[in-house]
């Protein structure tokens, strides 16, 4: 009797909570620009910041109630927190960390920020649980899957604070290169969507995201699920982390234990989750033992969750739909013929591959021995439908280099005339949820674009170059102030950590027989 009761009541609630979320219609998660856009947009904004205020004033309920899993805190902390019972260690040990790595300088920024304990048996099962891979031989570990999971019972939090049922999270839209500098709204120091600890320059609006290291459009093409993963979390997401934040690993955005405090984090990962819709739209879900890990959540009534990955891999079964997830690629600047699906993956070949390279000092260039030959074939023709892709196999570190690094290829004989291709950025790559040591990625680049710039078919004549320079990460329009930029992140340059790239590549479309 006992347990048939207990089975009844599972049912009720299970038919409850099925209730409330078929009640839901799809709702449009816009791109910020539109969601703040016109009368429509100033109401939205309007409940999106009554959600965050309501989540925030929560801060400070009992720490077993409801309540206090519906806080800011709280969610923040489900991605990861400092203390005692946080496999990231205590803000001490982060403190020192950074003392012992040269960047004694942004020790400052953890002023305020205390160790926390989880409270009861829900917090330590959902507390610090993000995906992210980073540690000594790990591949992304449903990077894409834990965090569509966090946004949707995010999301479901959001509006219960709201009182507003259409609210659903804006994005980002840094993939498209207008869209670079932090949206105006994050930018007001009296707004709830402002925070104090990321790069004055990027809340002051004089800095921006740099249009080369948020280009996705070699990823889309690429056809392996879990290389397009990892390649857009070591990507764009986290350079993202690492120059919304003064640096990596540096509170908030920069910080993995830290980084869910600021509410950017939520409209940075809604354009992560949307890049992983857009692959799907491209190519399809793989089935496999990945979508069977289990992750546990909080919903809007403070009760927990635990879902298969399975449960989001169709974002439309959850209640929204992105404005854009079909046409995610940026336009190249010369009409290209479009690739068949798949067709990119197999189709490149090798041109060239250099020995090691060590990374000793702010600035490395790299001569790129390739026969003039061999580089006309591979960059005589840019208008074919494969791009022609930079690779960066196994970057290795043995700590943390201090700064990040941009990628340039320039003319052989002419670096000043050089193009921006990418960036290497650093977001828990070196300690990760109890884990710490040399970490090892591989990133690969759409070079199209910069050959075409430099030149194309002339390239092949003089060489190609490929210059690794240490970076804040960041653009400015200030001539001056991109000056001090680069002093500064010369001298936070660390050869200590042993920074190293296993091999540069260059791979194109076979040129076809003439
Ligand atoms: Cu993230």
Not at 10 to 19: E, N, Q, S
Not at 151 to 172: I, K, M, Q
Not at 214 to 232: M, P, Q, W
Not at 447 to 472: F, K, N, P, Q, W
Request: hydrophobic share 40%.
């Amino acid at each position: 009797m006992k347990w048939a009761r207990r089975v009844s009541l599972c049912v009720l609630t299970t038919l409850a909570v099925t209730g409330t979320a078929a009640a839901q219609a799809p709702q449009v998660r816009m791109k910020w620009q539109d969601f703040v856009a016109g009368p429509d947009g100033a109401k939205r904004l309007a409940s999106l910041t009554i959600a965050i205020k309501k989540m925030k004033s929560l801060d400070a309920s009992p720490q077993t109630s409801a309540d206090y899993r519906r806080s800011w805190q709280y969610w923040a902390n489900i991605h990861g927190y400092y203390g005692s019972t946080s496999p990231d260690g205590t803000v001490e040990q982060q403190v020192s960390y950074l003392k012992k790595h040269g960047m004694s300088r942004y020790v400052s920024d953890y002023q305020g920020i205390s160790d926390q304990t989880a409270p009861d048996a829900i917090a330590k099962t959902v507390w610090a649980t993000c995906q992210h891979s980073g540690g000594p031989g790990q591949q992304a570990l449903n990077f894409f899957g834990w965090h569509r999971m966090y946004l949707y019972y995010f999301e479901r939090v959001l509006r219960w604070a709201s009182g507003d049922d259409t609210l659903r999270l804006p994005y980002w839209d840094y993939t498209d290169p207008t869209q670079l500098a932090l949206p105006a709204e994050f930018r007001q120091a009296s707004a709830v969507v402002y925070d104090a600890k990321r790069s004055p320059t990027m809340n002051a609006g004089t800095s921006s995201l740099r249009s080369g290291s948020t280009n996705v459009n070699a990823l889309l093409k690429g056809t392996d699920y879990f290389r397009y993963e990892s390649g857009i979390e070591e990507g764009v997401h986290g350079y993202v982390h690492c120059t919304v934040g003064p640096t990596c690993p540096v509170a908030h955005m920069g910080d993995v234990p830290l980084a869910g405090n600021d509410p950017v984090f939520y409209h940075h990962h809604a354009n992560i989750d949307r890049l992983w819709a857009c692959w799907q739209n491209l190519h399809g879900t793989p089935k496999g033992a990945w979508q069977d890990q289990k992750f546990s959540f909080v919903d809007e009534t403070g009760t927990l969750q635990t879902k298969p990955v399975s449960f989001v891999v169709d974002a439309s079964t959850l209640g929204y739909a992105y404005d854009n997830a079909t046409s995610c690629s940026r336009p190249s600047t010369t009409l290209v013929a479009a690739a068949p699906h798949g067709a990119a993956e197999g189709a490149r070949a090798l041109v060239h591959k250099s020995s090691a390279v060590r990374i000793t000092k702010p600035q490395t260039v790299v001569d790129l021995d390739i026969p003039p030959a061999r580089l006309g074939a591979a960059v005589g023709d840019l208008d074919r439908a494969a791009p022609v892709e930079l690779v960066l196999r196994d970057v290795t570190a043995a700590s943390h280099p201090g700064v990040l690094f941009d990628v340039f290829l320039a003319k052989k004989g002419s670096p000043e005339a050089r193009e921006h291709v990418g960036t290497i950025s650093w977001f828990g790559a070196f300690r990760h949820h109890g884990t710490s040591g040399p970490v090892k990625k591989t990133l690969t680049y759409d070079v199209t674009e910069a050959l075409r710039a430099l030149g194309g078919a002339d390239l092949s004549g003089a060489g190609l170059t490929v210059i690794v320079e240490a970076t804040e990460g960041r653009d400015s329009s200030d001539p001056a102030a991109a000056a001090a930029s680069r002093t500064s992140a010369a001298a936070a340059f660390r050869a200590e950590a042993k920074l190293s790239i296993g091999a540069i590549e260059l791979q194109a479309a076979p040129m076809p027989p003439k």
